[in-house]
């Protein structure tokens, strides 16, 4: 008789983060994995079945839905997404209704999201490996930096649940689980293009960020990356804390990397605050991302947490941990939409 396999349960399979995760596990006959989401007949979620994953229909709003769906799981990984109540039509008329920003909105939708999944989880906390639950977060904005940002919602919405809500009321979980930050993904160049490469020139791209030219920032290849670099923590002990990047270095030498990459003439202006939003179609957007390129450069997109685990470390322990580095992704990225902007 063939060995039982041993569940993953994956939240935001249908996603960057969660996709990438079911890539590596589907890689490993030894799991069988179920995924979550709101629509189980789109597109993306209908390839997932194609491939052998389970979908099932359960919505981060409802707890109810949760509870079933990680029932009896070895394993879960859960990201939370503050970008979609941040930009969803409905979601800014509601915020205007109740008289806030539609960056508070949606920081108080992902809290409330990320507590129902952590909540739910803690329902099947006995049937969790010894490292069961991996959370994918951001460091907390307004503690790492001593209050000079309190208004960087999608990094503090993240760090206020994974892992301070699961910390204060959940101590058993707490045990079983690690806290994996992602670095910036490097295809998100496509959200903001005006802002990463402005046309100057013919073959000149001036990139201009409210970031010091020297912070170090980590860089991500999420589709690629992020699954391989889950599956290597989910096999090291739990209780750790981790950062994802396959390169990190600052803004003006990833333009650098660019230009020898594309041949392509390349500059890094630092810029204002004012200047971002002002340049920023959605002001509201602007301001958001803004803050977290001036956090980047003081204290740093990690807060400053020289303790997190990286991928080198994660090798010294003994697990594969293969990362893709900036100029790698570069040289198989197609950059028409830059260059034809
Ligand atoms: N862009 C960057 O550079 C960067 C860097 C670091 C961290 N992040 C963080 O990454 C997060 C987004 O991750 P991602 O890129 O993987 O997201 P994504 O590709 O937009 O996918 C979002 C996933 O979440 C699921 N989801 C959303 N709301 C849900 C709900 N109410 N119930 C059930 N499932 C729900 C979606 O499932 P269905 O639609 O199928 O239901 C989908 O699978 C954001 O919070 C962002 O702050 C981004």
Request: proline letters at 5%; aromatic letters at 10%; glycine letters at 8%.
């Amino acid at each position: 008789m063939a060995p039982k396999r041993k569940l993953i349960v994956i939240v935001g399979i249908t996603g960057n983060q969660g996709g990438s995760v079911a890539s590596r596990f589907l890689s490993d006959p030894r799991y069988h994995i179920r995924g979550l989401t709101r629509n189980p007949c789109s597109p993306s979620a209908r390839a997932l079945a194609s491939k052998g994953v389970e979908i099932i229909p359960a919505d981060l709003d409802d707890v109810a839905t949760l509870i079933p769906a990680f029932r009896g799981a070895n394993l879960i990984f859960s990201v939370t997404n503050y970008w979609e109540p941040f930009f969803r039509p409905d979601c800014r008329a509601k915020a205007a209704e109740l008289g806030m920003s539609c960056r508070k909105y949606a920081y108080e939708v992902e809290v409330r999201q990320g507590r129902n999944i952590a909540d739910a989880v803690a329902t099947t906390v006995e049937s969790l490996d010894e490292n069961g639950f991996i959370a994918s977060t951001l460091s907390h904005a307004a503690r790492c930096s001593r209050g000079r940002f309190n208004e960087l919602y999608h990094f503090d919405a993240k760090a206020e649940v994974f892992p301070d809500h699961v910390g204060e009321n959940h101590k058993l979980l707490a045990r079983k689980t690690s806290y994996v930050q992602t670095g910036f993904f490097m295809s998100s160049y496509r959200l903001a293009l005006g802002a990463y490469f402005r046309k100057t020139d013919e073959d000149s791209f001036l990139m201009s960020f409210p970031c010091s030219r020297h912070a170090p920032i980590p860089h991500l290849d999420v589709s690629t990356d992020l699954g391989p670099f889950i599956y290597a923590v989910s096999q090291l002990p739990p209780g750790k804390h981790y950062l994802a990047a396959g390169t990190t270095c600052s803004w003006s030498e990833y333009m650098r990397i660019w230009s020898e990459t594309t041949g392509n003439q390349t500059s890094y202006k630092e810029t204002g605050l004012q200047e971002l939003i002002e340049n920023t179609p959605d002001k509201e957007f602007g301001r958001e991302i803004g803050d977290m390129y001036l956090y980047s450069s003081n204290p740093g997109y990690d807060g400053g947490d020289k303790t997190l685990l990286k991928a080198q470390d994660i090798k010294k322990l003994g697990a594969e941990c293969p990362m893709t580095g900036l100029e790698e992704w570069m040289r198989k990225e197609d950059w028409s939409m830059v260059l034809n902007q």
